[in-house]
C-alpha cells in the first residue's frame, strides 16, 4: 500500500517536472513504476506510453491555441515516428529483448537525454539569434544547416519512433531539436509540434503492445490523472522560476538515476516469472507481487 500512494506522489512531481521544464520529467516514469512499484518492465512500459501520452495531449491543447503547433511538420515526423513506435512496441515481444535489454537501452537514453540537457543550458547564447521577443530556450539552438534538410526528418522519426516503443521514452530530447535544425520551425512552435508528435507515438506504441499485454485499467487513470494534475500546476509555476537552473539541475539529477539503473540492472537483473511471460494473459496485478516478494 505504502508503494502505492508513493508512486501516485511521484506521479504528481513527474507531471510538475514536466510542466515546470516543458520535457524530460516524462523519462522519470518507468523507474518509478519498476523501482518503486514493483511493476515488471513488460508491463510498466506501455503504462508509462499512457501516462507520457496523455500528459502530452493535455499539455498541447494550450500550445494549439497559440499557433504553436505545425501540422505539415507534425505530419512528415510524426508518420515516421508512429511506424517506428508500432515498429518497437512489437520487438518488444522478441524473446531476445529481455527486460535487462531494454532497462539498459532506457539508461543509456535517459543518459543522452540528460547530457543534451545539461549542454543546452551551458550553451552561450548566439547573437544573431537572439530577436528581443525570443524565448531562452529559442537563443540554444543553431539555425538550419542545410536547405532541404526537412528530407531527413522521416528518417530520424523513424529511429525516435522505435526507441518510444521498445523502451517507453517520450523523445523530446531529439524531436525538439530535429524540428528546429531540420524543420526550420522557431523553438516555441518545435515544443508544441513536439508535444503532438509525442501523443501520437504513444498511441501507435500501446496499440503495438495490444495482446502482448494487459493493464490494469484503474491503476494507469489514476498514476494519469496524478501526473495530469502535477502538469498543470507546474505549468502555472513555470513563469515563476528559473527554468535555465532548473533544467542543468534536472540533467544532473536524470544522470544519477540513468546511473542507478544501469548499476541496478548489471548487478541484479530483473528475472523474468512464469506470469511475466508476454501473452495476452499478463495482467499488471499478477505482475507486481513477484517483483515487491524480490525485493
Avoid at 521514452?169 to 520551425?185: C, D, E, N, S, Y
Wanted: hydrophobic share 50%.
Amino acid at each position: 500500500m505504502l508503494s502505492y500512494w508513493l508512486g501516485h506522489g511521484l506521479a504528481i512531481a513527474i507531471g510538475l517536472s514536466l510542466g515546470l521544464l516543458g520535457g524530460g520529467g516524462s523519462v522519470l516514469a518507468l523507474p518509478v513504476l519498476v523501482y518503486v512499484m514493483g511493476i515488471e518492465t513488460k508491463v510498466a512500459i506501455p503504462m508509462t506510453l499512457v501516462i507520457v501520452g496523455s500528459v502530452s495531449l493535455l499539455a498541447v491543447i494550450p500550445q494549439w491555441r497559440r499557433g504553436y503547433v505545425n501540422l505539415r511538420l507534425a505530419l512528415i515526423f510524426g508518420s515516421a515516428t508512429m511506424i517506428g513506435a508500432y515498429l518497437g512496441a512489437r520487438l518488444a515481444a522478441l524473446p531476445w529483448i529481455t527486460d535487462t535489454v531494454q532497462l539498459l537501452l532506457f539508461a543509456v537514453a535517459m543518459m543522452v537525454a540528460a547530457i543534451l540537457m545539461i549542454r543546452r543550458q551551458q550553451r552561450p547564447p548566439s547573437p544573431e539569434l537572439t530577436p528581443p521577443e525570443s524565448s531562452l530556450e529559442s537563443q540554444l539552438y543553431a539555425p538550419p544547416i542545410c536547405k532541404y534538410c526537412w528530407l531527413w526528418l522521416p528518417t530520424e522519426g523513424l529511429g525516435v519512433g522505435i526507441l518510444t516503443g521498445l523502451v517507453g521514452v517520450g523523445g523530446g530530447f531529439a524531436i525538439v531539436p530535429a524540428l528546429v535544425l531540420l524543420g526550420k520551425i522557431p523553438m516555441r512552435q518545435a515544443i508544441g509540434t513536439s508535444l503532438l508528435i509525442i501523443t501520437a507515438n504513444s498511441v501507435a506504441a500501446v496499440w503495438g503492445y495490444l495482446g502482448t499485454v494487459s493493464l490494469d485499467p484503474r491503476l494507469t487513470l489514476t498514476l494519469t490523472l496524478a501526473a495530469a494534475s502535477g502538469s498543470l500546476f507546474g505549468s502555472y509555476l513555470s513563469h515563476r522560476v528559473s527554468a535555465k537552473r532548473l533544467q542543468q539541475g534536472f540533467g544532473y539529477f536524470l544522470i544519477g538515476i540513468a546511473a542507478f539503473v544501469i548499476l541496478k540492472t548489471l548487478v541484479a537483473p530483473p528475472q523474468r516469472s512464469k506470469s511475466s511471460s508476454l501473452s495476452p494473459r499478463h495482467h499488471l496485478t499478477a505482475s507486481v507481487a513477484p517483483r515487491q516478494n524480490r525485493a
